[in-house]
């Protein structure tokens, strides 16, 4: 840990975007270098600070985005924010998702919900660098239609990666599927002897995913998953994020699940 991590640095907010009710995408203005997966602490005087994963890709030198929703005091106010006021971040922290280990492999991202934000960063990147990869499939999950976040990326990831999007509840003009996230999982084919697999989303998925997966051929070590969730202070002092053996601001947030599946939803 450095002196640098624990410092606080102003960022003035460029735009301001309502995605979703009560979820807002910040553009804040100035350069944050963070690799995909990895984790900042967000403060407002007065009212405390939140973690945050930064959700656009981070080649981007002039600006960076972090994605609010209001469930709570403190992310309450953050959303009240308006377009020249200035939000406090210190970080960023972990270890992010495996990158170096995608190279020639077939990719599976699923995420749930809010998951999508700590992936945005690394299928950006996907897009920007056209590396060499295998089959890219993402699969997203949402309770209802209007809780969908990036739609534009989403759309532009369908035509692109055939993306799927299913949503628990959802109407006949819904441009997706209706249901759970595992069931899109069941109807996608993955060839289990290149693949791994990325995962973000509520712990409780994370089980019922793992099970659609096994059945696929997909073992404990190709899948890794995202317990940002868990974080308070992000510098190990809290210890509220201990996770078996592990802390999460420590060790993770992005965990191998044979690592870590024994604390799945504890």
């Known amino acids: 840990m450095t002196k640098n991590n624990l410092i606080y640095k102003e960022y003035e907010i460029l ?25 900042i602490q967000a403060a407002l005087d007065h009212f405390g600070e939140i973690t945050l994963a930064p959700c656009s890709d981070p080649a981007e030198k002039n600006f960076f985005e972090l994605c609010i929703r209001n469930n709570g005091n403190t992310s309450g106010q953050m959303t009240k924010l308006l377009v020249g006021e200035k939000l406090k971040v210190r970080g960023p922290y972990g270890n992010g998702w495996p990158t170096s280990k995608l190279l020639g492999k077939n990719i599976v991202i699923i995420a749930g919900g809010m998951g999508i934000v700590p992936l945005r960063p690394l299928i950006l990147g996907l897009e920007r660098k056209k590396i060499r990869l295998g089959k890219l499939q993402i699969l997203i999950g949402t309770k209802t239609p209007e809780q969908i976040l990036f739609e534009p990326d989403i ?7 055939k993306a799927g999007i299913i949503a628990e509840y959802a109407n006949h003009k819904f441009y997706g599927e209706k249901g759970l996230i595992t069931e899109l999982i069941d109807k996608r084919r ?21 099970e659609a997966l096994a059945k696929k051929g997909i073992n404990d070590k190709q899948i890794y998953t995202s317990y940002e969730r868990r974080m308070e202070c992000g510098i190990g002092a809290c210890q509220h994020c201990s996770c078996g053996k592990y802390l999460v601001c420590q060790d993770g947030p992005i965990f191998r699940l044979d690592q870590i599946k024994g604390e799945i939803g504890k």
């Open 190 to 210: 993955f060839s289990h002897l290149n693949s791994t697999v990325l995962m973000c989303g509520p712990e409780i998925m994370y089980s019922f995913c793992n």
């Open 15 to 39: 735009s301001k975007e309502e995605l979703a009710p009560e979820t807002f995408l910040f553009k804040l203005k100035g350069q944050l270098k963070f690799k995909p997966g990895q984790f």
């Open 155 to 161: 759309h532009r990831w369908i035509k692109r990666f």
